[in-house]
Nanobody, 122 residues
């Protein structure tokens, strides 16, 4: 069993920055990638970013490339999502996810956090 706990959401003005954190626990989370998804009101959940625990390689959705970065701290079992140049369109509930896999041109996950609200005011 894997558990993930997010923190760091909040209210920020457009153009501002926020950093989300996600701490994982369990025996197997390092065997897979971890990452972030988001869901805006009235929209489906969408992939944002992923990072491989072993290699450190990462992937970002086109909509956030150049503005968001994903990183990890192995010693703390924590993944971070640094969000810069935030836009109103980034407003959503952000979910940390573990046991990410990539198949058929999309990411899926087996374990989810409770979500943290990010609101960007324009």
């Amino acid at each position: 069993q894997v558990q993930v706990v997010e923190s760091g959401g909040g209210l920020v003005q457009a153009g501002g920055s926020l950093r989300l954190s996600c701490t994982a626990s369990g025996r197997t989370f390092r065997n897979y990638a971890m990452g972030w998804f988001r869901q805006a009101p009235g929209k489906e959940r969408e992939f944002v970013a992923a990072i491989n625990w072993s290699s450190g390689s990462s992937d970002l959705a086109d909509s956030v490339k150049g503005r968001f970065t994903i990183s990890k701290d192995n010693a703390k079992n924590t993944v971070y999502l640094q969000m810069n140049s935030l836009k109103a369109d980034d407003t959503a509930v952000y979910y940390c996810a573990a046991h990410l896999t990539y198949d058929d041109n999309s990411y899926s996950a087996n374990y989810w956090g409770q979500g943290t609200q990010v609101t960007v005011s324009s």
